[in-house]
């Protein structure tokens, strides 16, 4: 099984800072089958960033992701206020799929 | 557009079983993979199972495996999670979520309520 490792555990900034959040796999991740959700409070997660570097639908171009092999980033340009979430690195380049524990992004 | 909604929650005793669905619309159904994945309260995601879209293939995680059975009724567009044994560690909200590009989860349901406790 490959484990994800994300840093910071929570990551405190301000409105319109950037935020850098990295995720590493034990393994080589397949394929760099890796996606990276966004979850508020209350809520569902919603996929940001599919194939380690491709945007879903509807997400903003301020969120980029980028990265291959056992090194991951997730990277928002300026901070949104709806953009303070929970942020969770997937793999499922091999079974079973895994989760990273999140990064808590919060207001400073 | 996208729509999923998952029932059959509730609280159970150790030891019992339940089973979940997930009722899919706005997908081709029969043409998707479905996934459960699971929270705890306070937690982070857990991916539990994984369902192709003939049913033919089914992977599970350590901690569903011999325990728990996903199965789909592509007539009836909606997808399973028999969960047997139930333990104090399968307490969560479980979703049930479509998969996309890449293995990527791209659409999820609002998840239903699985509280096991004596």
């Known amino acids: 099984e490959i484990v994800l490792t994300q840093s910071p555990g929570t990551l405190s900034l301000s409105p319109g800072e950037r935020a850098t959040l990295s995720c590493r796999a034990s393994?080589?991740?397949?394929?760099?089958?890796l996606a990276w959700y966004q979850q508020k409070p209350g809520q569902s997660p919603r996929l940001l960033i599919y194939?380690?570097?491709s945007r879903a639908t509807d997400i903003p171009d301020r969120f980029s992701g980028s990265g291959s092999g056992t090194d991951f980033t997730l990277t928002i340009s300026g901070l949104e206020p709806e953009d303070f979430a929970v942020y969770y690195c997937?793999?499922?380049?091999?079974?079973?799929?895994?989760f990273g524990p999140g990064t808590k992004v919060d207001i400073k | 557009q996208v729509q999923l909604v998952e029932s059959g929650g509730g609280v159970v005793q150790p030891g019992t079983s339940l089973r979940l669905s997930c009722a899919a619309s706005?997908?081709?159904?029969?043409?998707?993979?479905f996934h459960w994945v699971r929270q705890a309260a306070g937690k982070g995601l857990e991916w539990v199972a994984f369902?192709?879209?003939?049913?033919?293939?089914?992977y599970y995680a350590d901690s569903a495996m011999g325990r728990f059975i996903i199965s789909r009724d592509n007539s009836k567009n909606t997808l399973y999670l028999q969960m047997n044994n139930l333990g104090l560690g399968d307490t969560a909200i479980y979703h049930c979520?479509?998969?996309?590009?890449?293995?990527?989860?791209?659409?999820w349901g609002q998840g239903t309520q699985v509280t096991v406790a004596s």
């Open positions: 194939g380690a570097s």
């Open positions: 979520a479509t998969e996309g590009e890449a293995g990527s989860l791209d659409y």
């Open positions: 369902i192709s879209s003939d049913g033919h293939n089914k």
């Open positions: 706005g997908v081709t159904f029969s043409h998707s993979y």
């Open positions: 393994q080589r991740v397949g394929s760099n089958y």
């Open positions: 997937q793999q499922y380049g091999s079974s079973p799929g895994t």
